[in-house]
């Protein structure tokens, strides 16, 4: 009886995608937190950086105002991003490993696009604003009504994306509540 070669793994066939029994939510949920505590660590280092135009990040935050857009895009980062993804990535596990459920993998694609989006849109343009406004009241010393038209711009844009990413989290977590089990 002649045996098979083994196939080294690269060239082995991937079934993750073509089966639909094997998990694979979880794990892009997770990698998304993984990416994000990624992101999240360097903008930790970028913050505390003493080297300009870093270095002006801290009082920037200290001196309140638009310094609080920034700081608050760095929490949402951080709460949403890597909590975020990480529980939705727990959840889904629940879901497809220890009940056995499927999951609709429209509505979970859609819903990591959108809060993927949605997050990154609304951090970046929360921290841009934020450090600008902030360097042009703090440093520069810029009155409140130069501020506020520097600012303006923004709102909506931060509203928009906002909204985008609660309704992929909605998505997300819709598809997890209406998973079903496989037919036998």
């Known amino acids: 009886m002649r045996k098979e070669p083994s196939l080294p793994s690269w060239r082995r066939k991937r079934t993750s995608r073509l089966d639909p029994h094997k998990p694979l939510w979880y794990r892009r949920y997770r990698g998304a937190a993984y ?21 002006y990040l801290p009082p920037i935050i200290a001196g309140g105002g638009p310094g609080t857009w920034f700081f608050m895009a760095y929490l949402l980062f951080l709460s949403i991003g890597v909590g975020g993804f990480g529980g939705l990535s727990s959840f889904a596990y629940t879901t497809e490993v220890q009940e056995g459920r499927l999951i609709d993998s429209k509505y979970m694609s859609v819903g990591l696009a ?30 409140e009504t130069m501020v ?26 819709s598809a997890l509540v209406r998973a079903r089990r496989p037919s036998p």
């Open 35 to 55: 990416l994000a505590t990624l992101a999240a660590l360097v903008w930790t280092v970028v913050i505390v950086l003493p080297i300009k135009p870093f270095s």
């Open 148 to 173: 506020q038209n520097l600012l303006s711009p923004y709102v909506y844009p931060v509203t928009t994306s906002t909204l985008l990413a609660v309704l992929g989290a909605v998505l997300a977590i």
């Open 114 to 143: 959108l809060v993927g989006f949605g997050l990154s849109a609304t951090c970046i343009l929360l921290a841009i604003a934020g450090a600008l406004g902030g360097y042009v009241l703090t440093i520069n010393g810029a009155s």
